[in-house]
């Protein structure tokens, strides 16, 4: 069965903390993983990526794929307050339906 | 930068009432999903268009149905109400053959008492 795996479930740091959220999978017809970042309302994209080893970077946010051990990381540097949320990993399936496979997510607190 | 419109926001409807659920994509975006979120769950997928049709179906009650229509938009309908399908739905929209990303709407939170 697909399954998407995030963890930690749950972390909390201070402002000024590095972070660094994991989502590991076991997909077949692998296509594409994303991170969402959901606060109390919809998800947004963060980053999609399709390809092993190219670094993604918005900002203090950055992410990475290892598609041979089937992992990607999400790095926030420097956390703000603004940083706390919900961050979910999902997987494009590379199906005719393009489905998204999600994993439970990542609650990340940052304290002041 | 146009974005998914969800309609209502906010719905409080009574055991066995009958709820209609409407989504607006980004425009030219041809795929849209349709989503339930619990409390401290992940999104639940529940049925999904491409082109108005059905291209998959997931953890969708019968009592719901939906449709894409000629314009795009998409409607959730949801009869015979229970308390258990008090959540968040989201709808999200993709461009086919572009990008796996899909975007999401604000969401309703639909309360059923």
């Known amino acids: 069965e697909d399954k998407v795996v995030q963890s930690p479930l749950s972390l909390v740091v201070h402002e000024g903390d590095t972070v660094t959220l994991n989502c590991s999978y076991e997909v077949t017809n692998f296509r594409s993983l994303l991170w969402y970042k959901q606060e109390k309302k919809a998800p947004t994209f963060l980053f999609m990526l399709?390809?092993s080893g190219i670094e993604k970077k918005s900002g203090r946010l950055s992410s990475i794929l290892d598609k041979k051990e089937l992992f990607s990381i999400l790095n926030i540097t420097a956390t703000q307050t603004g940083d706390s949320a919900v961050y979910l990993c999902?997987?494009?399936?590379?199906?005719?339906?393009?489905?998204?496979?999600w994993g439970l997510g990542t609650s990340l607190a940052v304290n002041p | 930068a146009a974005g998914v419109i969800q309609s209502p926001r906010h719905l409080i409807k009574e055991k066995r009432e009958t709820a209609t659920l409407k989504c607006y994509p980004i425009p030219r975006h041809d795929t849209v999903y349709w989503y339930q979120q619990g409390p401290g769950q992940d999104p639940q997928f529940l049925i999904s268009f491409y082109e108005k049709m059905q291209s998959d179906k997931g953890s969708i009650p019968d009592r719901f149905s939906a449709q894409q229509f000629s314009d795009y938009h998409s409607e959730l309908n949801m009869s015979s109400l229970e308390l258990g399908d008090s959540a968040l739905y989201f709808c999200?929209?993709?461009?086919?053959?572009?990008?796996?990303?899909?975007?999401f709407g604000p969401g309703t939170r639909l309360t059923v008492l």
């Open positions: 999902a997987v494009g399936w590379a199906g005719n339906n393009r489905k998204l496979i």
């Open positions: 399709t390809s």
């Open positions: 999200a929209s993709r461009q086919d053959i572009v990008t796996d990303t899909q975007y």
